[in-house]
């Protein structure tokens, strides 16, 4: 009886050590506040960096063990970090976005580095993340969208998403919220501006406006590319056409430039290479009003590759405006006359 008591004493000790610690973790909730890197949103380009509400985005985070650090590679140290959040959805929830359907809660020790991609809606696509020294989003199968011209310019769609993503070594941070990240477009946004000169004004109208040969699918990885450029793309295929405006009634254009495009594509090259068997071309289809009453129709087929695009491609995150202008060419005369040929006429006498 005697030692029952002590046993009991002894174990009454170490419960009046022993510390409880409740952790409330509605008040820890991973939230995130993303915004767009700068370059309204329609099925198109996102033009400045406010982040649309009704867009959901993918979130890899890991966890590690480890004082804070804004370097991945000092984050990575010699041991990989653990995977925390596997491709989680995070949506819009009144003044931040987080977990959907529940919340992702921050770790109690230790700091997490996050990564992700937008929009979370991805069809036909495989989406991971590699966790290495050099760590990048990949997405495989990435397609293109349909553009489709119509007479109302508010029933043009363009149903190709604005694919934006950031890397882990973009974000790495202790238990906060709502954390700032800034995604990056990984598409090429194309414009067109079609005007005339002062002399030209109302004498040439539009009938159509195609690009040939770009490439609508292809595979993305970020850690691949240098920098900001195309060679985080690979495998491109499905070359097609893609018509911007067809009207064969005809537009008048003047000197206010008539927008066309807004046009999401996969960065790809362009010109003439030894990889590149056909290159990307504008063909403009138009007609001029003559004095004649009857209008001469006309083909201008150029390439794209020697009106100032950078380098012969298209690459990720830039905003290509290019500027079709129509001028005359007057028909100016400069007349001379022939001189008198002199002849014999003959001599003529009366007598």
Partial sequence: MKRFFILAAVIAVLAACTKTTVYDDTRNEIGISPVAGQVTKANGPIKDNTYPQDLSFGIFAYHKITTESQSWADFYGAEAPELYIDNGEFIYKSTYWGGNPDPYYWPKTGYLAFAGYSPFDLTKTSVSYTNAEKPGITIEGFQQGEYVWATNAGAVT??????????ADDQ????SGPMAVKFRHALSWLDFNVKTDATASGKFQILKI???????KGNFNSNTGADSNQDEWSELSESRDIVLYDNETGTNINETAQP???LLIIPQSIALTASVKNESKIIVE???LTSAGTPLKETYTGTLTDTGTDTGSWELGKHYTYNLTFTLNEILINPSVDN????????????
């Fill in 260 to 262: 066309f495009g807004d």
């Fill in 158 to 167: 363009n149903s190709t998403v604005d694919l934006m993503w950031f890397d």
């Fill in 286 to 288: 138009y007609q001029q």
């Fill in 340 to 351: 008198w040929t002199d002849a014999t006429g003959g001599n003529i006498t009366i007598q």
């Fill in 172 to 175: 790495n941070t202790a238990n």
């Fill in 210 to 216: 195609t690009l040939t040969n770009v490439c609508t």
